[in-house]
């Protein structure tokens, strides 16, 4: 199967700090690929250089390759059309400020859809997608800030789905939800890789054995170990990783 | 809250089931192909049970596998953990009955050529209530049904009776100091012999299923 | 025999713990006094600052609702409704229409309106209205060219009441005439105090200049015999009496409240008026009440007579009306009108430019040491003395750049005064939006601008709204910067160039120039509800943010 993104000797740099080295990986389409390790192993760094959120941070250098779909992000990639195909769900529920419908519709309505039936069957089809649709559909209106911090979370989500990606990722989507939260989110998830390829960076062990098909574990800006996610949870090649998944270190 | 959650592992442990139903139902197929061997002293048959024996010990070792990979990626905690606790102490129970069909095939295999002393009655009869025992036992850990394990190791008596009725049958031919008879006798006793094992196994998944359900041990 | 004394070491421990003891007991008094003198002082500062404040603002709001004045007048306080005017014989009464807001008037007044002398009401009563008398045709003496004449006191009725600002006189048998009608029954003062000369003349320095009430019933009553305890002259007070059953008579009965036989001993009985004035004219010392109009030709001089006038200042009419000269009459609609102008304008110069530079200093701007020159720059301009704004928008706007004293010279000052200040509190509300919030509008393909307009503005609208709104209080307020530059003029504005006063400029000049002491404190109670208001407002938004 071809990949979806191909990174190929990606090394980063925030400014004299060298945050990757030399991280090589495939990302299979349709699969949730989950990224563990310490903090500061450099697995959000790795995550925000695929739809190039780190241009936003001062001083960052990339070099190496980000193909995805063969085209090289880091050349003449349209950073625009990038992110609306690589989308992005942060740390903490971040809704805008205004309405849910408003929150959903914020994204096709930068890419220019005006039209008001389109725009309503977007942010129904959106919240359908991401499981929220029942709860919230008779308040639309109202604002998105007024929701619980899971439903925040799917709506953000939802937010995404909306500029129609191809690829979603999650930066520790639930490490700020309570467990009944999380596991929704978890089965969306399941039920969304079905349409999106995830890459999902996570501080929860067990979250990634639950919901991802293949780990990556990061060790100080060096990826250590990628594979299925049975073969790294029941029988890692690396010491390392078996020492972090099992809870030795980190 | 009251919409499910946790979609995926629920899947994986239907599907866990539905796989220790179907070696069940290879382990029920291969008595029955046994017994009918026997019955019918067809050795081709019986050699069919001893081939695909294989297939059932693969079986448990990928089922093995599987509860480890599902312990180690879904951490499955309270009736769920035990669930799969009781899955991997059944499988091998189920793999262990598979071994007694083949054990029996081996009996037919050597009895194919002789004459009974005596048509041959407790011997199917009891494979066919071992059958409908391990299906039920099987049934009852799907469902997690404790009120039917119960009911399941409680007719392992009557593969006792049937056992022990054989045995005194058998005694008779044994006093008759034919050689022929005595070792057809002797087969036929260890193949009973068998089968109430095999009944015990049963018995012993029906325990598990009373684990999986209340957390606690039982001697049925 | 041992060496050491043991008793006496024991003793000697006892005596260590003990002033260890003491020496915390005073510790922890000393302590507890220093919390004390803490506490006074803090609950001292804090219940001084609190009184100040409500010692200016209550007395600003009670001077804004109730006028309050001392009077210094030729006539006595004291009024009647039925009195003989010599139009008429017999009595009269005066009727006005009751759109007219007046609660009593002097003879003088009541003269010079007849006369036709001012020919509005706004010397008055300070209402812009135009003055209708009307008068019977049998009336004696002349008036002026608007007076109207009615063959009958129905008909003077009928016509005051329908025309706001007529007014009329009808003699006082006929007072049922103006029942259920839009009339309004004005009590006459026509009493003034009329004293021999010799008591207004120079004696050591004291020269009596007044009377109150309090003196008055005194004298009367014979309790006060010496002008020395009135502040006069020594010289011995002359009570003269008018003659008995004259109007004069009975105000004077009225006034000392007592029957005639308990009057001042030493008073000089009358028969006739003649007698009366020659009496007063000739007796050292003499005093009485005398009618205001008899005074001039009878040759008699008047002491001034000083009483307090309260009544309700701040009324809505006040608001609604138009000024008319300078202010002294009418309301403040107009002000109100160019105050309102001012802020819109100054809201509409200021908040886009103040934004913008928030969001360049906030978003756009390299974070280094001009940026931080142009944050001392903003902070420093929002310290400089109002008027040095006006200093310069009078030089800038005013005369370098020809805008004239008028509305644009006036609220680009402003503007640029309320600048930092938007500024300011533009920045924080917009650091104050989450990172989070841009980061998930420019994942989603958003641009930058867009981010911004989209995102960010209105996160940060409220705390950006609760700047404007402050810096509105400040300008509404703002006297100075307006002084060189928005020009004093109270009629509504026309356009940008026009002169406008506004409420702070008006509360200014109406103190400045001495007009009224009433339009300044209603001018100051209206600006302090204003900005009450302002801030009460930004209160709200503010809860409402955090």
């Known amino acids: 199967m071809r990949s979806k993104l191909s990174i190929k000797e990606l090394d980063f740099y925030y400014g004299d700090f060298k945050a990757l080295h030399k991280v090589s990986m495939e990302i299979e389409p349709n699969k949730v690929t989950a990224l563990i390790g310490p903090s500061g192993c450099g697995k959000s760094t790795l995550l925000k250089t695929l739809n190039r959120m780190n241009d936003l941070v001062a001083g960052s250098v990339v070099d190496g390759t980000v193909l995805y779909d063969g085209d090289d992000i880091y050349g003449k990639y349209d950073i625009i059309q990038l992110r609306k195909k690589i989308g992005m769900v942060f740390q903490s529920p971040n809704p805008f400020a205004m309405s849910i419908y408003d929150n959903i519709a914020y994204g096709p309505r930068i890419h220019g859809i005006k039209n008001k039936k389109v725009l309503d069957r977007i942010v129904e089809k959106s919240l359908r997608q991401a499981a929220i649709w029942e709860e919230i559909k008779n308040r639309l209106k109202g604002p998105a800030l007024g929701l619980s911090g899971g439903q925040q979370q799917r709506l953000c989500i939802a937010r995404v789905l909306a500029v129609e990606p191809d690829v979603i990722l999650m930066d520790e989507p639930t490490s700020a939800l309570d467990p009944v939260s999380t596991s929704r989110i978890e089965d969306l998830i399941d039920e969304l890789k079905k349409e999106y390829t995830i890459i999902i960076v996570t501080h929860n062990m067990q979250q990634a054995g639950r919901i991802s098909d293949s780990t990556a574990f990061f060790l100080n800006g060096y990826l250590e170990e990628m594979g299925a996610t049975e073969k790294i949870f029941f029988n890692p090649d690396s010491k390392k990783t078996e020492d972090y998944i099992s809870g030795k270190f980190g | 809250m009251s919409t499910k959650t946790r979609i995926h592992f629920t899947n994986v442990m239907e599907e866990l089931n539905k796989e220790i139903l179907m070696m069940g139902v290879y382990v029920e197929e291969a008595l029955k192909k046994a017994i009918d061997a026997l ?48 899955a991997i102490r059944i499988i091998t129970d189920l793999e262990r009955a598979g ?64 056992h022990k009725k054989l045995l005194k049958k058998m005694l008779k031919y044994m006093n008759k100091d034919d050689e022929a008879d ?8 260890s193949l009973a012999r068998f089968l109430e094992r095999l009944g015990d196994h049963v018995t012993n998944i029906c325990e598990w299923v009373i684990y999986s359900k209340t957390g606690e041990h039982v001697e049925l | 025999m041992s060496i050491i004394n043991l008793p006496a ?17 005073t510790n922890y008094e000393k302590a507890k006094r220093r919390n004390l003198a803490a506490n006074v002082l803090l609950w001292g500062s804090a219940a001084l600052t609190l009184g100040i404040l409500l010692y200016i603002l209550g007395f600003i709001l009670y001077r804004g609702f109730r006028s309050d004045n001392i009077i210094e007048s030729d006539f006595i306080d004291s009024s009647g409704i039925s009195v003989p005017l ?5 009595d009269s009464v005066l009727i006005v229409n009751d759109k007219t807001r007046l609660k009593e008037i002097n003879l003088r007044d009541l003269e010079s309106l007849l006369n036709g002398k001012p020919d509005n009401w706004g010397n008055i009563n300070s209402q812009d209205l135009d003055v209708l008398p009307y008068m019977l045709s049998s009336a004696k003496g002349e008036f002026g060219k608007n007076t109207t004449y009615r063959e009958s006191p129905s008909e003077i009725v009928s016509s005051v009441a329908s025309q706001p600002g007529a007014l009329g006189l009808i003699p006082a048998s006929f007072l049922s005439l103006t029942e259920n009608k839009d009339i309004n029954i004005i009590p006459v003062k026509m009493l003034s105090v009329g004293v021999n000369p010799s008591v207004l003349e120079i004696e050591n320095n004291i020269k009596l200049r007044y009377i109150d009430r ?17 502040a006069g002259r020594d010289m011995p007070v002359r009570l003269v009496l008018p003659p008995p059953g004259s109007f004069e008579w009975d105000a004077l009965i009225e006034i000392a409240g007592v029957s005639s036989e308990e009057l001042a001993q030493s008073a000089v009985g009358t028969s006739s008026f003649d007698e009366f004035y020659s009496k007063i004219n000739s007796t050292p010392g003499a005093f009485g009440m005398i009618r205001n109009d008899r005074a001039e030709e009878n040759n008699i001089k008047l002491l001034s007579y000083r009483y307090r006038q309260t009544g309700a200042n701040l009324q809505w009419w006040f608001l609604f009306e138009e000024p008319k000269r300078a202010g002294r009459v009418g309301g403040i609609s107009t002000i109100v009108l160019n105050t309102i102008y001012m802020v819109l304008l100054t809201v509409l110069f200021s908040t886009p430019i103040g934004i913008g530079a928030a969001v360049y200093l906030t978003e756009y701007a390299k974070q280094g040491t001009l940026v931080k020159m142009l944050r001392l720059g903003t902070e420093t301009l929002a310290g400089i003395p109002s008027i040095i704004f006006g200093l310069f928008g009078f030089i800038v706007f005013v005369g370098a750049m020809h805008m004239g004293i008028g509305l644009l010279s006036g609220t680009l000052t402003l503007t640029l005064m309320i600048l930092p200040t938007i500024i300011r509190t533009s920045e924080e509300a917009i650091k104050g939006v989450p990172r989070s919030f841009s980061a998930g509008s420019l994942a989603l393909g958003a641009g930058k ?31 100075a910067a307006l002084l060189f530059t928005m020009g004093f003029d109270y009629r509504a504005v026309k356009n940008l160039s026009t002169s406008a006063r506004v409420l702070s400029t008006h509360l200014y000049q109406l103190v400045k120039e001495g007009i009224s002491f009433d339009r300044a404190f209603a001018t100051a109670t209206i600006l302090i509800f204003i900005v009450l208001f302002v801030n009460l407002v930004s209160t709200r938004l503010i809860k409402r943010k955090y």
Not at chain 2, 49 to 71: G, P, W, Y
Not at chain 2, 182 to 189: D, K, R
Not at chain 3, 9 to 25: A, F, G, H, M, P
């Open chain 2, 39 to 86: 019955k019918n002293q067809d050795v081709n048959l019986a050699e069919e049970v001893i081939k695909e024996d294989e297939r059932i010990n693969a079986l448990e070792i990928e089922l093995f596998d599987k509860v480890a990979i599902v312990l180690a990626t879904e951490q499955p905690v309270a009736t769920d953990l035990r669930h799969l606790m009781g």
């Open chain 2, 99 to 162: 071994d007694y069909a083949v054990h029996i095939a081996e009996g037919a295999v050597r009895l194919a050529g002789e004459t009974y002393l005596t048509p041959l009655r407790q011997i199917p009869e009891a494979g066919d209530e071992a059958r409908q025992m391990l299906r039920d036992a099987l049934t009852a850990f799907v469902n997690s049904d404790e009120g039917l394990a119960r009911e399941v190791a409680a007719r392992d008596d009557i593969l006792d009776k049937l």
């Open chain 2, 182 to 189: 005595i070792e057809q006798a002797t087969t036929l006793i």
């Open chain 3, 9 to 25: 070491i024991d003793s000697s421990i006892d005596r260590l713990v003990e002033i260890e003891r003491q020496k915390s007991n």
């Open chain 3, 86 to 90: 010599d139009w008429h014989d017999g």
């Open chain 3, 214 to 230: 309090k003196i008055l019933r005194k004298i009367l009553r014979g309790e006060l015999t010496n002008w020395q305890e009135a």
């Open chain 3, 449 to 479: 601008w867009q981010t911004i307009y989209k995102v960010v503005l209105p996160a940060a609208a409220p705390g950006i709204l609760t700047g404007v709104i402050l810096a509105i209080g400040r300008a509404v307020g703002e006297t």
